[in-house]
């Protein structure tokens, strides 16, 4: 729905009831006077309380005890919408029984302000009234807020207990070493529970009590939270701390065994035991229990000396700014988050005596910590905040400021640290006004898109899929297979390579437990039925859809699918501005990769990798779709892409161990190297045309700087020469050993000075340190939405092939292909002006490759590589 007209609404503030089940909302009296004002009329009339209408309406005027006993009537059980603005999803707009309260504020419960994303701080919410009984059947079916109890975007359950609820579980079911009672026994767990009312036993004591004819070892409060749980689900589902997750998978695992009436029973229960126990913990917010890491001053003037050595370095003209601001962030990055973690450790732990005197080290009850680490409120980065130190800025314009903030929030800031904190602070506000605009518009866009696409037909009857496997990236699996899998429908019968049993059918749906059946039986790819490959016209058919998530269930016919991919894009993307908001502008940045270790024991396989031997005898990688893969009993595990100029450690055929080094390489720039020896000479690389001299500000050193230059003829590069001055050509091939320059590159050699294989002759800086900003992924969501050419756009290859030439005429710069198959077209490509070509003479390339730096076209990509190509470009994308 993006817009439609009502009769007759009324809104309010919200505010909480505790006391709610999951399908009510409390609602003023007066305003459900309002609302149900014809209804009234009616039942006046019917019971012959009053004879005309007009009665009636002076009747209801005056306030009469008989209208406010008919309203009881009147509500009862009659449903209602509530909706909080802005309608970002579908879940944004639930049915609840109306309870009629005192006051003028609607009354919510706690655990649907999620999916609202709702708070008391004076939000407000708008009341709707379904009149017509087809209206009140169709709110009761689709719109109960029991009824909506998944997410239709990610599966997982919408009303999680949140705060004080997390809070109270996290409390009640922690334990306590040597708390009064530890290591008695009970016959059952009310025993145990009468012992805790009678002060015998603590309620974070360990003790043992038999459950279902086992001796188990628990606590009281764990015990007391297993009372509220069905008995259907194990108790060793409750007998662990509660943490938010934990809370949320118990909901979810109820949901599958019990369904949706079970679980809405379940979530109150929670909800009434989490507010009791927060209650009772008594958790308060103390400057006292902020506590700041005794290690803190120590790590700080550690990095103060390593930032005074770079800094030397640097004025003697060892480092350019770049290199120089991009160590002293890593500097800091790495030492606030040693602070935090010191921190955490130490807020985390408590000495308690033992009965005999010794000191042990225990899991603490301080509050913060309680808060953090059950998921309650607050993040570990904001903790740090508090009492570890809150560490480098940005400027508004993204930039980090080289000096970072060491004082925390306990010790009180200087002068110029509060200074430079408004920076972050004012962006956060500014971001969080301009940007929400923005993603609500992406919303609205992708509607517009994607509203007619509706599930048509069962079965389109395709023989076509895609094939799924974990996505890994730099080595880190970040969603599994199981993951990728669970909802969708298999193409073809899956069977377990090993001993060829049948895992699932074909045209089957895949459930949580035979994706982990799946997994288990090591396959890698699965090929699943996607509406990438949909014969419906007009539209999808269910079984390429797969389950309609928020019933776990293959989707009903006439489900508007599209506009729910949408609405899940689309919220998630309104919520992440809002979040730069929290942080207050601090310099969240992701410590870039510069080494690859390996995760298994296994044999080394290089795949298309060249490399040279340099004068330290160290292996140069010198191509760049070069890939290192470890495999495990004839499986290939892990596949790493190794950057060009990375120094490798092993050789092909090595077997290594998890955690060794494979290789590692430079995060600050990107080297140009040569694979020959020979003497420099310059081309067209002339001072003040297309090189600047600049004598760097803080060094009083000189670095020679490629710029772009207005002579469209004018390429720089440099050529390594023979003793007799001829170009010498490259290992293997006819190509010349010449290196175009590209703008931006820094000279590391001088003309004539002489190179050998492996040696840096000059570098580009890389730009790594930006902070992230959380709508970074946005903009590029959008572009590829909106199928727009990037602004630096690679050029592709079309064809598989070799790389014959790479020539220049007239200051162009062809590539030249051979398919190198009988009757093969030959392809050229130019180059624009300033490209840097990431391949060399002599590279085997595959379709739809990337010949230069930049992001490709996607129009391309889907001429090159097809639907699925395309499909898979956008997928990793």
């Known amino acids: 729905m993006l817009g439609k007209r009502v009769d ?109 994303n ?344 395709t023989l076509d899929g895609i094939e799924m496997s974990a996505l890994v990236e730099g080595g880190n699996v970040i969603e599994s297979l199981a993951q990728r899998i669970i909802g969708r429908v298999a193409l073809f019968d899956i069977t377990d390579p090993l001993t060829g049993e049948l895992i699932v059918k074909g045209g089957e749906a895949i459930d949580e437990e035979i994706a982990k059946r799946i997994e288990d039986a090591g396959l890698d790819k699965v090929t699943i039925r996607s509406v990438l490959t949909c014969k419906t016209k007009r539209g999808v058919c269910a079984l390429c859809y797969g389950w309609d998530l928020s019933k776990r269930q293959i989707v009903d016919i006439g489900e508007a699918v599209g506009i729910i991919a949408a609405q899940s894009i689309g919220e998630p993307g309104t919520q992440l501005t809002m979040r730069t908001f929290h942080l207050g502008g601090v310099a969240s940045k992701v410590m870039e990769q510069s080494s690859i270790r390996a995760r298994n024991n296994g044999i080394v396989k290089f795949q298309n990798l060249k490399f040279v031997i340099n004068k330290e005898g160290k292996k140069v990688v010198m191509n760049r779709n070069g890939r290192l893969n470890i495999v495990v009993d004839g499986r290939e595990k892990e596949s790493y892409r190794i950057p060009y100029g990375a120094t490798l450690f092993v050789d092909d055929g090595d077997s290594v161990s998890s955690d060794q080094i494979l290789a590692e390489w430079n995060v600050y720039y990107e080297p140009i190297i040569t694979d020959v020896d020979g003497i420099v000479e310059f081309r067209d690389i002339e001072l003040g045309l297309t090189m600047e001299e600049r004598i760097n500000p803080d060094t009083g050193y000189q670095e020679r700087v490629i710029i772009e230059s207005g002579h469209s003829d004018l390429t720089p590069r440099i050529h390594i020469k023979d003793e007799h001055g001829e170009t010498k050509k490259r290992p293997g091939t006819n190509e010349l050993a010449r290196f175009t320059l590209s703008n931006r590159v820094i000279l590391n050699v001088k003309e004539g000075d002489r190179v050998y294989p492996g040696d840096i002759i000059a570098r580009k800086p890389r730009e790594t ?20 050419s990037p602004k630096d756009e690679a050029v592709i290859t079309e064809i598989d092939g070799r790389v014959e030439k790479i020539i220049e005429e007239k200051g162009r710069r062809k590539i030249i292909i051979n398919p190198e198959v009988k009757g093969g077209k030959i392809r050229e490509y130019i180059i624009p002006k300033g490209k840097y070509i990431t391949v060399r003479e002599g590279d085997w390339v595959e379709a739809g490759e990337e010949l230069t730096d930049g992001s490709p076209e996607p129009a391309k990509v889907l001429a090159v590589k097809g639907e699925k190509g395309l499909a898979q470009f956008l997928v990793d994308e």
């Open 8 to 116: 007759y609404s009324g809104r309010s503030v919200i505010v909480v009831g505790p006391h709610l089940k999951l399908h009510q909302c409390g609602l003023p009296k007066i305003m459900a006077l309002e609302l149900f004002k014809p209804f009234i009329y009616q039942k006046l009339e019917e019971k012959g309380i009053t004879s005309s209408l007009k009665e009636s309406k002076q009747m209801v005027e005056r306030g009469d005890k008989e209208v406010w006993d008919v309203l009881e009537e009147v509500t009862r059980e009659h449903l209602v919408l509530l909706n909080r603005a802005p309608t970002l999803h579908r879940v944004s707009i639930e049915a609840f029984e109306p309870v009629l309260v005192e006051g003028k504020a609607i009354q919510i419960h706690p655990l649907v302000c999620p999916p609202y």
């Open 118 to 461: 709702a708070d008391f701080d004076g939000d407000q919410m708008a009341v709707h009234l379904p009149l017509s009984i087809p209206a009140q059947v169709e709110a009761r079916t689709l719109l109960l807020s029991t009824n909506n109890m998944l997410s239709p975007a990610h599966g997982k359950p919408l009303m999680v207990p949140t705060q004080d609820i997390v809070l109270g579980l996290y409390y009640l079911t922690k334990e306590k070493p040597f708390d009064r009672g530890e290591g008695l026994v009970f016959s059952d767990s009310q025993e145990a529970i009468y012992a805790w009312n009678a002060g015998k036993v603590g309620l974070h004591a360990r003790i043992k009590v038999r459950i279902n004819e086992e001796l188990v070892e628990t606590t009281v409060g764990r015990l007391i939270l297993y009372d509220v749980v069905p008995k259907e689900i194990p108790f060793e589902y409750v007998n662990r701390l509660m943490k938010k997750k934990v809370i949320s998978e118990l909901i979810e695992i109820s949901y599958r065994k019990l369904g949706p009436k079970a679980t809405a029973i379940l979530c109150d229960r929670l909800k009434d035991l989490g507010f009791e126990f927060a209650t009772r913990s008594g958790a308060s917010f103390n400057i006292d229990d902020v506590i700041i890491p005794q290690k803190k001053k120590e790590l700080i003037k550690k990095a103060n000396e390593e930032v005074e050595e770079i800094l030397r370095k640097y004025e003697a003209g060892y480092l350019s700014s770049s290199e120089k601001s991009q160590q002293l962030g890593d500097i800091w990055t790495a030492v606030t988050k040693r602070v935090s973690v010191e921190m955490m450790n130490e807020l985390s732990k408590v000495k308690v005596k033992t009965p005999d005197g010794k000191e042990v080290f225990a899991s603490s009850f301080n509050p913060i910590f309680m808060m953090v680490d059950s998921g309650a409120r607050g993040s570990e980065r904001q903790a740090a905040q508090l009492g570890g130190m809150r560490g480098l800025m940005a400027k508004p314009s993204g930039d980090i400021i080289d000096t970072p903030i060491t004082s925390n929030f306990r010790e009180g800031l200087s002068m110029l640290e509060y200074f430079i904190s408004t920076h972050g602070a004012r962006k956060g506000l500014a971001d969080t006004a301009l940007r929400t605009s923005h993603a609500g518009y992406l919303t609205r866009k992708m509607v517009d898109v994607a509203q007619d696409v509706v599930v048509k037909e069962y079965d389109c009857g």
């Open 769 to 788: 340190m930006k902070t992230k900003d959380i709508t970074g992924g946005l903009p590029r969501v959008a572009e590829l939405f909106e199928a727009r």
